[in-house]
């Protein structure tokens, strides 16, 4: 009676363990960062610049193109001559910009425009493909088309961060661990 008791005991301690994983793993969410260096080769601003982004992966299939944008979770820090722009600074982020694109879930970069500053992107004119390019942006244009490129961005470092519904499930079953190793 008392070993199959026991063995009662366990069996509902893992499937319990197993449900709080599983319940974890449909979303599979993580917040991916990234970190950019513009390193500016001419113009009136040469030097290198600082900043990083993150977003949520969750809506990304990694097949074909797909960007993210604000609505996913896409938020921005970079400094660029002594100011730390965010994804609000974007000249378009009423309308869903700016955007991180992908093609086949590799990383293409960022679209980001900041008026009378600057503009990253791959080519001028073309605001849903994100790129390694660094422009200045003109004082009298606003229409994502004029700049001068003046450098480049590397992006480094995507990190994910689990949602912490999948650190409870781990935790949770861990601890069933223990106490069954305990019985």
């Given at each position: ?28 969410a993580s ?109 009298s244009s ?30 949770a079953a ?10």
């Amino acid at each position: 009676m008392k070993k199959s008791y026991k063995l009662a005991v366990a069996a509902a301690a893992v499937a319990i363990g197993f449900t709080k994983v599983s319940a974890a793993t449909p979303a599979q969410a993580s917040v991916i960062n990234y970190n950019l260096t513009v390193d500016v080769t001419s113009g009136a601003n040469v030097g290198e610049y600082h900043g990083s982004f993150s977003y949520d992966d969750s809506t990304l299939r990694r097949e074909g193109s797909e960007k993210v944008g604000i609505s996913q979770g896409l938020s921005i820090l970079f400094n660029y001559l002594g100011t730390t722009y965010t994804e609000n600074n974007d000249t378009g982020s009423q309308v869903g910009f700016p955007i991180v694109s992908f093609d086949n879930g590799k990383l293409l970069g960022l679209n980001y425009l900041v008026h009378n500053q600057f503009y990253i992107a791959d080519h001028l004119g073309s605001p849903y493909t994100g790129g390694s390019k660094f422009y200045q942006y003109p004082n009298s244009s606003d229409d994502g088309q004029s700049g001068t490129q003046v450098g480049t961005v590397m992006y480094s470092g995507s990190t994910s961060v689990p949602e912490p519904s999948t650190i409870v499930g781990a935790v949770a079953a861990a601890g069933i661990g223990l106490l069954m190793k305990r019985w």
